[in-house]
Every structure is written in C-alpha cells, then in structure tokens.
C-alpha cells in the first residue's frame, strides 16, 4: 500500500511541476494565480500521500503549515497585480 501512495505523491509532484511552469510562462496574471494555488494544494497533497507512505507526521505538520501559509502567497500576487 505504501509503494501505491508513493506513487500517487509523484504524480502529484508532477502536476506541482507543470504548475510551476505555469506561473513562470502563463500568459496573463490571472492564470499565475490559479496556479500558485495549485502550488499550494498539490504541495499539501504531496506532503499527505509522502508522510502516509513513510507513516511520519512531521509530512503532517509540514503539510498544515503550507495550508496556513498558502493563502499569503497568493494574497500577495494579487496585491502586486490588482489588474488580475
């Protein structure tokens, strides 16, 4: 089970990977937004499947604080782009 929860955290961590190239090529602001907060929960995600994999809960606790801090990255893009 843990190998099929491996597996699922690099899926996720390929999606997070594309969504960077995203945000560094999108064409408008608006689409660089979107895909800070798909950094933001496919990262939460990656932690959950890697600390349930390894069965650790510091994955837990990295998680959670990504999920508080998530929300700041993308408040800040939108006040640096008010346009968006």
């Known amino acids: 089970m843990s190998s099929l929860l491996g597996v699922a955290a690099f899926a996720v961590l390929l999606t997070l990977v594309l969504g960077l190239l995203r945000v560094l090529r999108g064409p408008a602001a608006a689409d660089r937004i979107a895909a800070a907060q798909l950094l933001g929960t496919a990262g939460i995600a990656a932690l959950l499947l890697w600390g349930a994999a390894a069965d ?24 640096k782009d008010p346009g968006a």
Not at 59 to 66: I, N, Q, Y
Not at 72 to 78: D, K, L, P, S, W
């Open 56 to 79: 650790s809960a510091t994955h837990a606790d990295l998680a959670l604080t990504l999920a508080v801090l998530a929300p700041f990255a993308t408040i800040a893009m939108v006040r």
